[in-house]
């Protein structure tokens, strides 16, 4: 019997996993994630989840403040993705912390800027405006001038709509 594209990317991950490629590793996982969804296979899904949570267990273990934060963003990602987008918030805002914690101003920028698209996405128009105008200062701070257009168009288009 062939594999099905999940377990195809569920093992392709697994195999980044162990030879150290951690960024890759955690894509592997998400689009597996993604992909057990799409097959209806709770499952798979579950085992492509605890394979984050293996993640952050590694990365809390080894006190790797941004390869916890990677982590829980893709696992955000994923929980949007399967519709949990309270969920997603709140893992985001963790990762946001860790961001902050690091002094990365790029990947907190990043996360204020997904934080905003959810909560414009859930109607809150405040919220979405707080997180847009966070981003675009973290990005003006962190140098990224094309983000931070990009981040004052969202927080002027979350206003106006």
Same mark, same amino acid.
């Given at each position: 019997?062939?594999?099905?594209?999940?377990?195809?990317?569920?093992?392709?991950?697994?195999?980044?996993?162990?030879?150290?490629?951690?960024?890759?590793?955690?894509?592997g996982?998400?689009?597996?994630?993604?992909?057990?969804?799409e097959?209806?296979?709770?499952?798979?899904?579950?085992?492509?989840?605890?394979?984050?949570?293996?993640?952050?267990?590694?990365?809390?273990?080894?006190?790797?403040?941004?390869?916890?934060?990677?982590?829980?963003?893709?696992?955000?990602?994923?929980?949007?993705?399967?519709g949990k987008v309270? !969920?997603?918030?709140?893992?985001?805002?963790?990762?946001?912390?860790?961001?902050?914690?690091?002094?990365?101003?790029?990947? !907190?920028?990043?996360?204020?800027?997904e934080?905003?698209?959810?909560?414009?996405?859930?109607?809150?128009?405040?919220?979405?405006?707080?997180h847009?105008s966070?981003?675009?200062?973290?990005?003006?701070?962190? !140098?990224?001038?094309?983000?931070?257009?990009?981040?004052?168009?969202?927080?002027?288009?979350?206003?106006?709509?």
């Amino acid at each position: 019997m062939s594999k099905s594209k999940a377990e195809e990317a569920l093992h392709e991950a697994e195999q980044l996993w162990m030879s150290g490629e951690n960024q890759r590793a955690r894509e592997g996982y998400r689009r597996a994630r993604v992909l057990f969804h799409e097959e209806n296979d709770a499952a798979g899904q579950a085992e492509a989840l605890s394979h984050y949570d293996e993640a952050l267990s590694r990365f809390r273990e080894a006190g790797d403040l941004l390869g916890e934060a990677s982590a829980l963003t893709g696992l955000a990602h994923l929980l949007r993705h399967t519709g949990k987008v309270a !969920d997603a918030v709140t893992v985001l805002e963790a990762a946001a912390k860790l961001y902050g914690r690091a002094g990365h101003l790029r990947g !907190d920028a990043d996360i204020a800027f997904e934080l905003g698209r959810l909560e414009a996405a859930r109607g809150d128009k405040a919220r979405a405006h707080h997180h847009f105008s966070r981003a675009a200062e973290l990005y003006h701070r962190a !140098d990224a001038s094309e983000l931070h257009h990009k981040a004052l168009k969202e927080a002027q288009a979350v206003v106006a709509g």
